[in-house]
């Protein structure tokens, strides 16, 4: 499975660059197209109360850097 982070950055926030290592602080990687990051899940079965848990992790990672995110999780 994999997890993709979109960022939506606000001029008011924290440069991108800090958002970028708090976020690869966390396992993400950084990527091109549609997504800006991604996380490779070890596991294919993840549950729904992990990637809930995971979703947390992000929001607390980003909470005070004024950024918007969407995750989708396949």
Do not use: C
Not at 27 to 46: C, H, I, L, N, R
Not at 49 to 67: C, R, T
């Amino acid at each position: 499975m994999k997890t993709y982070l979109t960022i939506m950055f606000n001029s008011e926030g924290s440069k991108p660059s800090e958002v970028k290592n708090q976020l690869l602080n966390l396992g993400f990687k950084t990527a091109k197209g549609s997504y800006d990051f991604v996380y490779d899940w070890v596991e294919e079965a993840v549950t729904v109360e992990e990637l809930v848990w995971f979703a947390d992790k992000v929001h607390s990672a980003l909470k005070n850097h004024n950024v918007f995110f969407t995750i989708e999780t396949v």
